[in-house]
């Protein structure tokens, strides 16, 4: 079973793909590891090349091709990334989208970065606002369409242990049913 993890920063997607993975003895590939070793060895912050990949798309084109590599090669995975829905496509079993307000999600990167709140919260901000332009540009996603995820959870409800409980739930249930009676999402009309 390959299942994806997706939000943006600070919303909890590492915490849960690592205890996700740890839970049902998969592997698991962090694309936000991979971007962050990317900064490193440009000697950036990940906001710094999240700037310069507004203008040098095969920062992104490369990161996002080793995730669809990976979807497509790997099994028993939790793949964790922003895009990590988008680009695992079809190969995904069960895809997650993990989200929490700006300022809780500022808040836990202040706490886990050691630096100021309001400075994690801009720079958050500014992140996100340049990584939706990328998407756009890039493949024509809209980040805030969420209708790909099988499950949307809202991190700051519950706390590391309350969300992995949902999932675990989620994946049994999914394990338990199987296809059976499982309409692709293409096909599903929802009138709200």
Do not use: C
């Amino acid at each position: 079973m390959l299942i994806t993890v997706s939000g943006p920063a600070g919303s909890g997607k590492s915490t849960l793909a690592e205890s996700l993975a740890d839970a049902l003895d998969y592997d698991h590939v962090s694309g936000g590891d991979i971007f962050r070793s990317l900064a490193e060895e440009r000697e950036m912050t990940p906001l710094e090349l999240n700037k310069q990949a507004e203008d040098d798309e095969t920062i992104d084109l490369d990161l996002d091709r080793r995730l669809r590599t990976t979807a497509q090669d790997r099994d028993d995975l939790v793949l964790e990334s922003r895009l990590a829905g988008w680009m695992a496509g079809d190969h995904a079993d069960l895809k997650l989208w993990l989200d929490a307000p700006l300022g809780v999600r500022a808040d836990r990167i202040s706490q886990r970065e050691n630096k100021p709140i309001e400075q994690a919260k801009t720079e958050t901000k500014e992140r996100g606002e340049s990584e939706a332009q990328r998407y756009r540009e890039y493949y024509g996603i809209d980040i805030g369409d969420l209708s790909i995820y099988d499950l949307v959870i809202n991190t700051a409800r519950w706390g590391p242990q309350g969300v992995l409980s949902v999932v675990l739930h989620a994946v049994e249930s999914y394990e338990a049913n199987g296809d059976e009676g499982k309409a692709p999402i293409d096909d599903l009309d929802y009138d709200f």
